[in-house]
């Protein structure tokens, strides 16, 4: 059965979308026999403009599997061999609207879940991206993981982001039966020679050991690569430029989080 793995912070631009586009490209380059699925939990779509796709584009998206019982199979694409995309785009905006009011007694958080546990058996890992919220489709995505990761960009305040989306998993577990663990805090888009950088660094170290979670020994620094290969090669940058340094960043946060998974 599929690990599920979600990447989730309540900030927008701290690196979601790119930590998961890059870390799947990472997962199928190097174990290419592995069944990889994206899944794009955020109404802007970016994980299909990371591979040149335009979210607007499609007849079918995640909304649909979700809200309207179509098949997820009807909706997943094919990127790669073995690497596949559950697309989604601005439809989930209506979530709220379109599903709250017609509940009939259904869980509004357990819709994700039933979407992922149809298909959870086609793959290896499940990735899924998130939006910049800890709202009702955020806490579906939490609800549907097994495996939780926390982007962290070291700035002012982000510390208290970390806090946040753990109070909420908390709560998660103890209101509605969420099983998904927090596995760790990535940092990214990291200068490592300033001191603010070391400094915001130094209290989420703090704050994780505390908290006893673990922080990610990989740094992500900040380099406009990311969004380079995006703009000028249609793909993230583990796929333009493999053997870069760049992308070795990629593979290393990879086999540390696949070590916490075997
Ligand atoms: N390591 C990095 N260094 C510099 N820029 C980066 C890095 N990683 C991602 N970016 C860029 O930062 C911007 C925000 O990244 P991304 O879209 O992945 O964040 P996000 O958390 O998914 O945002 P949102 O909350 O809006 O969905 C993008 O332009 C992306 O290319
Ligand atoms: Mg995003």
Request: with cysteine.
């Amino acid at each position: 059965m599929g690990e599920v793995l979600a990447f989730i912070v309540n900030k927008g631009g701290v690196g979601k979308t790119t930590i998961v586009v890059e870390l799947a490209s990472a997962l199928n380059l190097r174990y290419p026999e592995k069944k990889v699925l994206i899944i794009d939990g955020d109404a802007q779509g970016n994980c299909s403009v990371a591979f040149n796709h335009d979210p607007r584009d499609f007849k079918n998206t995640l909304y649909d599997c979700v809200v309207g019982d179509l098949p997820a199979n009807e909706a997943i694409i094919n990127l790669r061999p073995n690497l596949n995309l559950l697309p989604g785009n601005k439809d989930m905006n209506y979530f709220e609207l379109d599903v709250l009011p017609n509940l009939n007694g259904r869980n509004p958080f357990g819709f994700f879940e039933k979407v992922v546990n149809q298909i959870r058996d086609q793959y290896d890992y499940i990735l899924i991206d998130s939006p910049p919220d800890l709202k009702t489709v955020a806490i579906n995505i939490i609800k549907s993981a097994d495996r939780l990761y926390i982007p962290f960009k070291p700035e002012k305040y982000s510390v208290k982001g970390l806090l946040a989306v753990l109070e909420v998993v908390e709560e998660a577990q103890k209101k509605i039966g969420a099983h998904a663990k927090v596995e760790g805090v990535i940092a990214n888009m990291v200068r490592s020679q300033t001191n603010l950088h070391s400094n915001y660094l130094l209290n989420a170290s703090i704050f994780c050991h505390r908290k006893s979670i673990r922080l990610f020994e990989t740094r992500i620094p900040e380099t406009i690569r990311f969004a380079d290969a995006v703009a000028k090669f249609g793909m993230p940058h583990v796929l333009a430029d493999p053997k870069g340094p760049h992308s070795k960043i990629y593979f290393d946060l990879l086999e540390e989080i696949l070590d916490g998974t075997r």
